[in-house]
């Protein structure tokens, strides 16, 4: 059902309540609903008979309340309740409900109710829908403006970038994993160890710094310092017996590995860890601070000319500003600034100022629930 047509149906609910008058209604819906209780109640009663008398107390009480409001001129269709009570008391559960049945205004306030909500709902995803045409038609056309002060060349430009970035990314870890492969246990520890402590550099970090510091002590003191990190790790599969002739105590070897064969694993897999990675979806002042800390420690570890060459040409773009402009149009569509270069984009943005013109229009035609539920009758 269309909002407006709810809204009639609620008028015309309201015409019929009004015309009943809410109280008298309410005591009538009061009544009904008390006598199907009672004829539920009766119909599944297992006939004990104190179920029975309590039963047939319930339907005195209420036969009297009756009497009372019609003899008030309170109740309205005395005669459909006087007709249903008397065949209740007969056990004629079918022909008391159809004596109820006939009251023709049951179910006015329940319905009432339930189209308000329905109308409720109905306002309120026609005003959210009106939002947010309102909101992307402010974004559309922020973004379109924008895209008219960019740069062509940018999007080349960005491109060549990102694919720079991108081969440094992949030799950095080509060079960490050729030296993680080569070098002694205790250079690899000491290294990963020291460049834990310093996040830009994406070292994997251990669980526990107090456990990684006697791992190392304990590399240092049973002779594995001069071993690579796998074969290190392939102890790990030695039985206790064949341990015993590389360690004093094979238990205390496996309980310092254990609490650090995560950060070793993740040490032998180095590549993978993203370890000195950059990437063009950072921004600038992130990586103002990032760089310098990569080319020191690459530097140190005396990493290839040409990774140390691209991290010094993007700092170079960080700190002109030209970086941000190249990054800026790295999450811009090149279809789009063709569109706005051919003014198409115009289109796009009557269509949807079309339809918050049409959506602003069907709210006005319709008024706040708050001003429709205070005219609830």
């Not at 022909?95 to 306002?123: C, H, M």
């Not at 403006?145 to 440094?168: M, Q, R, T, W």
């Not at 991290?311 to 402009?325: A, D, H, P, T």
């Amino acid at each position: 059902m269309e909002t407006l047509e709810v809204l009639a149906e609620i008028e015309t609910i309201n015409y019929r309540i009004r015309e009943a008058g809410r109280e008298r209604l309410e005591l009538v819906e009061r009544f009904n609903r008390e006598l199907r209780d009672l004829i539920r109640d009766f119909e599944d009663t297992n006939d004990t008979f104190r179920v029975y008398v309590n039963l047939t107390k319930r339907l005195e009480r209420i036969a009297r309340r009756v009497e009372k409001a019609h003899g008030e001129n309170l109740l309205d269709y005395t005669e459909q309740f006087d007709k249903a009570l008397a065949v209740l008391k007969k056990r004629r559960f079918g022909a008391a409900t159809k004596e109820l049945d006939r009251i023709p205004v049951l179910g006015l306030l329940s319905a009432q109710r339930r189209l308000f909500d329905e109308y409720k709902k109905s306002y309120a995803v026609l005003r959210t829908r009106c939002d947010d045409v309102a909101a992307q038609i402010r974004k559309q056309s922020a973004y379109y403006e924008s895209l008219k002060k960019v740069e062509v060349g940018l999007f080349d430009e960005f491109i060549i970038l990102n694919d720079k970035i991108a081969a440094y990314n992949d030799g950095a870890g080509t060079f960490l994993e050729t030296f993680f492969k080569t070098a002694s246990l205790q250079d690899v520890l000491k290294i990963s160890l020291d460049a834990s402590y310093h996040p830009e550099l994406g070292f994997p970090r251990p669980q526990n710094y107090e456990d990684a510091n006697k791992l190392l002590s304990f590399v240092v003191s049973e002779g594995f310092g001069s071993i690579l990190l796998n074969q290190f790790l392939e102890c790990a599969r030695f039985s206790n017996n064949k341990l015993s002739h590389f360690v004093r105590d094979p238990q205390i070897f496996r309980q310092i590995l254990e609490r650090n064969v995560v950060w070793l694993e993740a040490l032998n897999d180095i590549k993978r860890q993203g370890t000195l990675n950059i990437f063009t979806d950072e921004a600038g002042v992130s990586l103002a601070a990032k760089i310098p800390r990569i080319i020191g420690f690459m530097s140190k570890m005396r990493a290839p000319v040409d990774l140390l060459t691209v991290l010094r040409e993007v700092q170079k773009l960080v700190s002109s500003g030209r970086y941000e402009k190249l990054r800026a149009a790295g999450f811009i569509e090149r279809e789009h600034l063709t569109t706005v270069q051919r003014g198409a984009h115009i289109d796009e943005l009557n269509i949807l100022r079309n339809t918050g013109a049409i959506l602003a229009e069907k709210i006005k035609e319709l008024p706040d629930p708050r001003v429709v539920e205070q005219e609830l009758a």
